[in-house]
């Protein structure tokens, strides 16, 4: 292995990714948004891919758009299909495992809340048996969500042993399964010296190609293009955002250290934006629409909506102190970004094309000039 290098903002680059090259990498939740990037990168880095999840939910996704069918291993099949997960365990003995499948929006969980407990707990108990008996394994990252906390409006960020819970369905049910997933390790995989296994949380994640109903950037993206006003909700909402590829890539550093040292790393890590990336939702529409260069916003209170929590943060300082991973891409980045994935991907330029130059920009910890400029206290160019 080469020396171990670090970026601008903290991530150890180079020998971690290479870990994955030859290796066979199980992935739940393939056709998603998240999903489909974290394959693309694994295919990049070399990895053979494997793919479990539900065929892709809206036109023009991601998984589509890249052709990962041509390129990761899998099949379609429903985390609530024990059966069907087992076989596809035993069948490509995987080394490495990413669990991203779920049932991932708030409001759907209103309108189906018993789909989204079978899904997310459910789900997470079938993957977690089949942890139990798949011997191959060496890494596990099983993700859940920000909001698997109790959320008290704190103006901190939680931390990783802060209470869990949840008022609306989806984040009990992310809750819920922080709890099978720590009853597994406490009953079963922890007395396995060869296994990491890791839970982790992550802030709102945006970035390029995702399409899910009632998320703020696909609306904003949707609208912007049909030259409509954009709706806003819940303008006041403060989130945590940051671009696909930050918590991705912890994922990512995560599972190859645990390859290593599988005991030191295991445990619960949250994957967080900065403090200067925790917005409201309505500075980020605002970001959209300047980085786009047009668009008007309209705002529509709704007495009777949903509860959605105000106030939401990560503290990141586990992962900053004890992995040496901190997020890269500020805020103004992260809305630049994936601003323009959306615009040159409309435009005609290659989905692939254009994941491939963020993730290396990414890779590589140079910020833009703009931004360099910015750090350094200097006019750019």
């Not at 479990?52 to 991601?62: A, G, K, N, T």
């Not at 069948?91 to 997310?120: C, G, I, R, W």
């Not at 006041?236 to 994922?251: C, I, K, M």
Request: glycine share 10%; aromatic share 12%; charged share 20%.
């Amino acid at each position: 292995m080469g020396t171990r290098q670090r970026g601008l903002e903290g991530l150890v680059i180079g020998e971690d990714f290479s870990v994955f090259r030859g290796r066979r990498v199980f992935v739940t939740g393939h056709t998603g948004f998240k999903g489909a990037w974290l394959c693309f990168w694994l295919k990049q880095l070399g990895a053979r891919v494997y793919g479990y999840s539900l065929p892709p939910s809206y036109e023009s996704s991601v998984y589509e758009l890249l052709g990962l069918h041509s390129c990761v291993e899998g099949q379609f099949g429903d985390v609530r299909d024990f059966e069907g997960l087992s076989a596809a365990f035993r069948s490509f003995q995987p080394e490495f495992l990413f669990h991203l499948a779920a049932q991932p929006l708030v409001h759907a969980a209103y309108a189906d809340p018993k789909y989204t407990f079978d899904v997310n707990v459910g789900g997470a108990v079938n993957i977690l048996e089949a942890i139990r008996t798949a011997p191959s394994l060496r890494s596990v990252v099983f993700v859940t969500s920000d909001k698997c906390y109790r959320n008290k409006e704190w103006v901190w960020g939680y931390r990783e042993t802060d209470e869990l819970g949840g008022k609306d369905p989806y984040s009990a049910s992310k809750a819920c399964a922080e709890l099978v997933f720590s009853s597994y390790v406490e009953s079963f995989l922890s007395a396995r010296p060869e296994l990491g296994i890791a839970s982790v949380r992550a802030g709102n994640v945006i970035g390029g190609g995702d399409w899910s109903a009632n998320r703020i950037v696909p609306d904003c993206i949707r609208a912007l293009r049909k030259d409509q006003p954009i709706i806003l909700r819940s303008p006041r909402a403060t989130r945590p955002w940051q671009h696909v590829l930050e918590p991705l890539g912890g994922y990512l550093h995560l599972a190859s250290v645990m390859d290593r040292d599988p005991h030191l790393y295991s445990g619960s890590w949250n994957f967080g934006p900065g403090s200067g990336a925790i917005h409201t939702v309505l500075a980020l529409v605002e970001a959209i629409v300047a980085d786009w260069g047009s668009g008007t916003i309209r705002t529509v209170i709704e007495e009777s909506a949903p509860h959605e929590a105000g106030l939401l943060q990560l503290c990141i300082d586990k992962a900053r102190f004890e992995l040496g991973w901190s997020p890269r891409w500020p805020f103004s980045r992260t809305v630049s970004e994936t601003v323009s994935w959306y615009r040159r991907v409309h435009q005609g330029e290659a989905a692939g094309a254009v994941m491939t130059e963020q993730i290396e920009a990414y890779e590589s910890g140079v910020p833009a000039q703009g931004e360099l400029a910015h750090k350094q206290g200097v006019a750019p160019a």
